[in-house]
């Protein structure tokens, strides 16, 4: 996108190849090759002598010629591997991300330099949308192909070396991390390989006319696994309960399923209707009033949402909070992939942009929930209070309670947050770059602001050592946070808290819920 001098030289190599096509042949050679321009205005042949920083340099009777990948795809039997679709961005997987956000984020692409959208169309079921520069000339920028399917087709497609990218909304199975090393494509969760760019929510959705507002996922389990068939049994009307749900493979019902069966181990009843998409699935439960299913939290569309209930009572609503702090129990993250060995110049910077602040705005266009920095009055969060006091048993508990309490009419919750596996002291990718845009947020606060980098634990164990262990992990944070920052944080003064076990933000009767729960939070105010 942003064109350098060498790209300009070469942008003229186009052109002054493009005038003399047809007048001179060049000699036939073993290795011959053709490059054919994404706009259908460069046809040109020569002995390939070298690829290299994404440029052709090739011999024809006008003599070297050194041509810029990102405008032509290579044809012939000596076209260099990563080079073959040079110019020609294939992506491939979740609907999710393929129909409700990719459109938004190729716009955004394209805009953020000056670019401009030449053409969209459907061509052979993939969305093929144009990009072209700014430049006198209309340079061209790429060829985004998008097909939209589910999760499990991204890392099948990604098995092919022309395919640069891969859409999920789960994280990649070990098994197919393993499959694509072996095809050449590197380890995709390795950080520049697996990218965060959104999460979502998977709201549960009624008819506007259910008087239902909340469902407990117990009962969720119990509807989807065929025990309970009828609203009544849920205090719902007397009418049968019409099930709706995703197709095998489909991201969304990987992370449904998990998390609705984690408890029970059941498995999703025979009975339900299957809909290919989420505009299906909101469609359907919109047309039936005694229907129940669910879609991204940005495809909800004329239905009612529900809140869900755990089983420790606790009560959680798909909000964009709930979603960023990943505390609402069925959030996801959504994924890009990318093979290790195809990356061009275009590619690398299509992914460098949705990674960037500069996606938030077009992300939150789309309705999905973008990864910039929410902030919060914890005091008007009623039901964080009430879980508060009822995890103090003690009295040394309780005064570590009030001091929470008071804490948390003083200070502001950021929705980022840090999580640990079980033993663990590492952050993950996403934690890394969560750190990152902290630091950009805590860098333009005014002077004298307070942070406080604040520890939680799971219920296992003692009291008094899970105490000790939030501090620990807290310190850990604020110390990566500390050596990150540097004179950024010049302005803002960091210190640590620890509170244990107090305040789940999930219930600790499964693993999931306790690795929500071991996490670390942050909190601000402005200091006096």
Known sequence: MRRTKQNFLNSAAICLASAVVGLTAAPAFADTIKLMGVQGDINLEGEFIKFENDIFTIRTSLGDLNIAADAVTCEGAACPQNAAQAGEITIVGSETLGTGLM?????????????????????????????????????????????????????????SPDVKIGMSSRRILPAEARQLRNFGAGNLIELNQEHVVAVDSLSVIVHPDNPLGTISLEN??????????????????????????????????????????????????DAVEVVPSHEAMASAVRANPFAIGYVGSAFERGTKALDLVGSCGLSFSPNAFSAKTEEYPLQRRLYLYNRADNVDATTQEFIDYVT???????????????????????????????????????????????????????WNRLSTTFRFASGSARLDGKGLEDLGRLIDFLKVQPAGTEVSVVGFTDGDGAFGSNQGLSVVRAQQVADELLNAGGADLQNVSVGVKGYGELSPAACNDSLEGKRINRRVEVWVRQGA
């Not at 749900?245 to 998390?259: L, M, P």
């Open 103 to 159: 459109p938004f984020l190729i716009e955004g692409f394209a805009t953020e330099d000056g670019a401009t959208i030449e053409s969209q169309r459907n061509v052979n079921g993939y969305l093929t949308t144009e990009v072209i520069g700014d430049g006198g000339f209309g340079e061209p920028v790429g060829t985004f192909r998008v097909l939209s399917n589910s999760s499990s087709d991204a890392f099948t497609a990604l098995q």
């Open 356 to 410: 960037s602040d500069a996606a938030d705005s077009v992300i939150a266009k789309s309705g999905l929930i973008n990864l910039s920095i929410s902030r919060v009055q914890q005091d008007r969060e009623n039901g964080r209070i009430r879980s508060v006091l009822q995890n103090a048993v003690d009295p040394f508990e309780f005064q570590l309670a009030r001091d929470m309490l008071l804490d948390m009419f003083e």
């Open 220 to 269: 969720l389990d119990l509807i989807f696994s065929g025990r309970i068939t009828n609203w009544a049994e849920i205090g719902g009307p007397n009418a049968p309960i019409v099930l709706y749900s995703r197709e095998d493979g489909s991201g969304s019902q990987a992370v449904f399923e998990e998390r609705v069966f984690a408890q029970s181990g059941r498995v999703q009843t």
